[in-house]
Protein backbone atom coordinates (compact mmCIF):
# COMPACT_ATOMS: atom_id res chain seq x y z
CA UNK A 1 0.00 0.00 0.00
CA UNK A 2 1.30 3.39 -1.12
CA UNK A 3 1.57 5.75 2.51
CA UNK A 4 3.07 9.39 1.91
CA UNK A 5 2.75 10.26 5.34
CA UNK A 6 6.58 9.65 5.70
CA UNK A 7 8.76 10.12 1.97
CA UNK A 8 12.29 9.16 2.02
CA UNK A 9 14.51 10.91 -0.38
CA UNK A 10 17.92 9.06 -1.71
CA UNK A 11 20.24 11.36 -3.29
CA UNK A 12 23.40 10.09 -5.51
CA UNK A 13 26.01 11.76 -3.80
CA UNK A 14 24.76 9.23 -0.92
CA UNK A 15 22.44 10.75 1.13
CA UNK A 16 19.49 10.19 2.26
CA UNK A 17 16.29 12.25 4.28
CA UNK A 18 13.30 11.41 5.63
CA UNK A 19 10.23 14.58 5.64
CA UNK A 20 7.25 13.71 7.67
CA UNK A 21 4.03 14.93 7.44
CA UNK A 22 5.07 18.25 9.87
CA UNK A 23 8.05 18.74 7.53
CA UNK A 24 6.12 18.41 4.57
CA UNK A 25 4.02 20.86 5.69
CA UNK A 26 6.73 23.38 6.47
CA UNK A 27 8.96 23.17 3.18
CA UNK A 28 5.97 22.12 0.56
CA UNK A 29 3.03 24.25 2.44
CA UNK A 30 0.88 20.89 2.78
CA UNK A 31 1.15 17.22 2.62
CA UNK A 32 2.24 15.10 -0.34
CA UNK A 33 -0.93 13.10 -2.03
CA UNK A 34 -0.14 10.82 -4.10
CA UNK A 35 -2.33 12.44 -6.69
CA UNK A 36 0.13 15.34 -6.65
CA UNK A 37 3.34 13.48 -7.04
CA UNK A 38 4.34 15.05 -9.73
CA UNK A 39 3.78 18.58 -8.44
CA UNK A 40 5.82 17.76 -5.43
CA UNK A 41 8.73 16.02 -7.13
CA UNK A 42 9.74 19.05 -8.96
CA UNK A 43 10.39 20.21 -5.37
CA UNK A 44 12.43 17.91 -4.52
CA UNK A 45 15.98 18.27 -3.84
CA UNK A 46 19.16 16.86 -1.97
CA UNK A 47 19.55 19.40 1.54
CA UNK A 48 23.87 18.33 1.26
CA UNK A 49 24.29 18.79 -2.34
CA UNK A 50 21.34 20.54 -3.77
CA UNK A 51 21.06 18.13 -6.89
CA UNK A 52 17.51 17.76 -7.73
CA UNK A 53 15.35 14.35 -9.21
CA UNK A 54 16.45 11.59 -6.99
CA UNK A 55 15.23 8.56 -5.96
CA UNK A 56 12.15 9.06 -3.80
CA UNK A 57 10.38 6.31 -1.66
CA UNK A 58 7.62 5.94 0.71
CA UNK A 59 7.01 4.91 4.35
CA UNK A 60 6.55 1.52 3.07
CA UNK A 61 9.84 1.48 0.69
CA UNK A 62 7.47 1.93 -2.36
CA UNK A 63 9.32 3.34 -4.62
CA UNK A 64 7.96 6.42 -6.31
CA UNK A 65 10.55 8.09 -8.79
CA UNK A 66 13.91 6.49 -10.00
CA UNK A 67 16.07 8.76 -11.07
CA UNK A 68 17.94 6.71 -13.70
CA UNK A 69 14.54 6.33 -15.55
CA UNK A 70 12.58 9.14 -15.51
CA UNK A 71 9.47 9.72 -17.85
CA UNK A 72 8.32 13.16 -19.04
CA UNK A 73 4.88 13.88 -18.77
CA UNK A 74 3.62 14.83 -22.27
CA UNK A 75 1.24 18.12 -21.24
CA UNK A 76 3.02 19.33 -18.11
CA UNK A 77 6.28 18.14 -18.67
CA UNK A 78 6.91 17.12 -14.96
CA UNK A 79 7.66 13.46 -14.15
CA UNK A 80 5.58 10.33 -14.06
CA UNK A 81 5.16 8.60 -10.94
CA UNK A 82 6.18 4.83 -10.63
CA UNK A 83 2.81 4.11 -8.91
CA UNK A 84 1.14 5.72 -12.38
CA UNK A 85 3.25 3.88 -14.41
CA UNK A 86 2.27 1.00 -13.12
CA UNK A 87 -1.46 1.81 -13.02
CA UNK A 88 -1.77 2.92 -16.43
CA UNK A 89 1.10 0.82 -18.08
CA UNK A 90 2.82 2.60 -21.01
CA UNK A 91 1.23 6.21 -20.21
CA UNK A 92 2.81 9.22 -20.86
CA UNK A 93 0.81 11.51 -19.19
CA UNK A 94 1.77 11.87 -15.38
CA UNK A 95 -2.02 12.56 -14.27
CA UNK A 96 -5.66 11.95 -15.87
CA UNK A 97 -6.05 15.53 -15.47
CA UNK A 98 -3.21 16.19 -17.78
CA UNK A 99 -4.67 13.27 -20.11
CA UNK A 100 -7.85 13.87 -20.11
CA UNK A 101 -8.57 17.84 -19.23
CA UNK A 102 -10.07 16.42 -15.67
CA UNK A 103 -10.63 19.49 -13.14
CA UNK A 104 -8.82 19.43 -9.70
CA UNK A 105 -10.64 18.02 -6.88
CA UNK A 106 -9.77 21.11 -4.12
CA UNK A 107 -11.92 23.95 -2.70
CA UNK A 108 -9.56 26.28 -4.30
CA UNK A 109 -8.80 24.47 -7.69
CA UNK A 110 -12.33 24.37 -8.33
CA UNK A 111 -13.04 27.75 -7.55
CA UNK A 112 -10.38 28.48 -9.97
CA UNK A 113 -11.83 25.76 -12.57
CA UNK A 114 -15.72 27.85 -12.09
CA UNK A 115 -13.78 30.98 -13.75
CA UNK A 116 -12.26 28.71 -15.95
CA UNK A 117 -15.58 27.11 -17.21
CA UNK A 118 -17.21 30.55 -18.14
CA UNK A 119 -14.46 31.49 -20.15
CA UNK A 120 -14.55 28.03 -21.84
CA UNK A 121 -17.64 27.84 -22.86
CA UNK A 122 -17.87 31.95 -23.91
CA UNK A 123 -15.05 31.03 -26.47
CA UNK A 124 -16.14 28.24 -27.89
CA UNK A 125 -19.52 29.85 -28.68
CA UNK A 126 -17.91 33.08 -29.74
CA UNK A 127 -15.54 30.95 -32.14
CA UNK A 128 -18.15 28.15 -33.28
CA UNK A 129 -15.88 25.61 -33.66
CA UNK A 130 -17.31 22.70 -32.75
CA UNK A 131 -20.63 20.66 -34.41
CA UNK A 132 -24.10 21.10 -33.21
CA UNK A 133 -23.76 17.74 -31.37
CA UNK A 134 -20.33 18.30 -29.83
CA UNK A 135 -21.39 21.56 -28.42
CA UNK A 136 -24.55 20.19 -26.68
CA UNK A 137 -22.52 17.56 -25.29
CA UNK A 138 -19.96 19.71 -23.86
CA UNK A 139 -21.79 22.30 -22.64
CA UNK A 140 -22.72 19.60 -19.47
CA UNK A 141 -19.26 18.59 -19.20
CA UNK A 142 -19.57 19.35 -15.52
CA UNK A 143 -22.67 17.77 -14.94
CA UNK A 144 -21.54 14.75 -13.03
CA UNK A 145 -18.16 16.22 -11.78
CA UNK A 146 -20.10 19.28 -9.70
CA UNK A 147 -22.25 16.11 -8.26
CA UNK A 148 -19.96 14.26 -6.97
CA UNK A 149 -18.60 16.83 -5.10
CA UNK A 150 -22.10 17.45 -3.62
CA UNK A 151 -21.73 14.04 -2.82
CA UNK A 152 -18.57 14.62 -0.95
CA UNK A 153 -19.88 17.59 0.61
CA UNK A 154 -23.09 15.50 1.86
CA UNK A 155 -25.03 17.93 0.53
CA UNK A 156 -26.90 14.79 -1.56
CA UNK A 157 -27.10 11.10 -1.15
CA UNK A 158 -25.86 8.37 -2.61
CA UNK A 159 -28.99 7.91 -4.31
CA UNK A 160 -29.44 11.34 -5.35
CA UNK A 161 -26.03 10.82 -6.99
CA UNK A 162 -26.83 7.66 -8.47
CA UNK A 163 -30.60 9.12 -10.08
CA UNK A 164 -28.81 12.26 -11.74
CA UNK A 165 -26.20 9.55 -12.99
CA UNK A 166 -28.90 7.49 -14.50
CA UNK A 167 -30.40 10.66 -15.94
CA UNK A 168 -27.29 12.38 -17.26
CA UNK A 169 -26.17 9.07 -18.84
CA UNK A 170 -29.81 8.72 -20.51
CA UNK A 171 -29.72 12.22 -21.94
CA UNK A 172 -26.42 11.49 -23.34
CA UNK A 173 -27.90 8.23 -25.19
CA UNK A 174 -30.49 10.72 -26.64
CA UNK A 175 -28.31 13.04 -28.08
CA UNK A 176 -26.15 10.87 -29.75
CA UNK A 177 -28.78 8.94 -31.12
CA UNK A 178 -29.76 11.86 -32.78
CA UNK A 179 -26.85 12.02 -35.01
CA UNK A 180 -26.72 8.26 -35.52
CA UNK A 181 -24.58 7.17 -32.44
CA UNK A 182 -25.74 4.78 -29.68
CA UNK A 183 -25.20 3.51 -26.51
CA UNK A 184 -23.19 -0.18 -26.55
CA UNK A 185 -23.09 -1.37 -22.78
CA UNK A 186 -25.88 -0.17 -20.01
CA UNK A 187 -24.37 3.05 -17.58
CA UNK A 188 -26.22 1.66 -14.49
CA UNK A 189 -24.13 -1.55 -14.23
CA UNK A 190 -20.89 1.05 -13.71
CA UNK A 191 -22.22 3.30 -11.02
CA UNK A 192 -19.96 1.87 -8.88
CA UNK A 193 -16.45 1.43 -9.82
CA UNK A 194 -15.65 -1.90 -10.90
CA UNK A 195 -12.40 -2.04 -9.77
CA UNK A 196 -12.14 -0.21 -6.11
CA UNK A 197 -16.66 0.48 -5.31
CA UNK A 198 -16.02 4.16 -5.14
CA UNK A 199 -18.81 5.93 -7.25
CA UNK A 200 -17.83 6.34 -11.18
CA UNK A 201 -17.82 9.73 -13.38
CA UNK A 202 -19.11 10.66 -16.26
CA UNK A 203 -16.33 12.06 -18.02
CA UNK A 204 -15.71 14.89 -20.86
CA UNK A 205 -12.45 13.92 -22.54
CA UNK A 206 -11.74 17.53 -24.57
CA UNK A 207 -8.52 15.62 -26.28
CA UNK A 208 -11.30 12.51 -27.42
CA UNK A 209 -14.17 15.14 -27.97
CA UNK A 210 -16.46 12.75 -26.45
CA UNK A 211 -17.90 11.13 -22.51
CA UNK A 212 -16.50 8.02 -20.92
CA UNK A 213 -16.91 6.64 -17.70
CA UNK A 214 -14.07 7.02 -15.09
CA UNK A 215 -13.71 5.96 -11.07
CA UNK A 216 -14.18 9.52 -9.16
CA UNK A 217 -10.98 7.89 -7.01
CA UNK A 218 -8.60 8.60 -10.42
CA UNK A 219 -6.96 11.32 -7.85
CA UNK A 220 -6.19 8.55 -5.90
CA UNK A 221 -4.64 6.64 -8.11
CA UNK A 222 -7.94 3.92 -9.76
CA UNK A 223 -6.99 3.93 -13.43
CA UNK A 224 -10.44 2.55 -14.14
CA UNK A 225 -12.32 3.74 -17.39
CA UNK A 226 -14.59 2.49 -20.01
CA UNK A 227 -16.57 4.16 -23.14
CA UNK A 228 -20.18 2.73 -23.38
CA UNK A 229 -21.11 5.29 -25.74
CA UNK A 230 -20.53 5.05 -29.98
CA UNK A 231 -20.97 8.32 -32.24
Known sequence: MLDC???????????????????????????????????????????KCDKKNPDVFDSNKNQLFDKSNLIECETCKGFISIPRQKAKEGTTFCTPMCEF??????PEERALEQKKRKEFVQ?????????????RLESKMYTMVDAINEFKE????????????????????????????????????????????????????PKNQRYFLGCSEFHNGCAWAKSIWKY
Open 123 to 135: KNNALGRYHDLQR
Open 5 to 47: SIIEIGCECGHNQKIDRDFQKKIFGGEIKISDLTNFYKKFKCT
Open 154 to 205: KTISKSEYETKFKRFTWWIKTEIEKEGGKLIDNPTRYIDCPDCGHLTLVIWS
Open 101 to 106: GLPPST
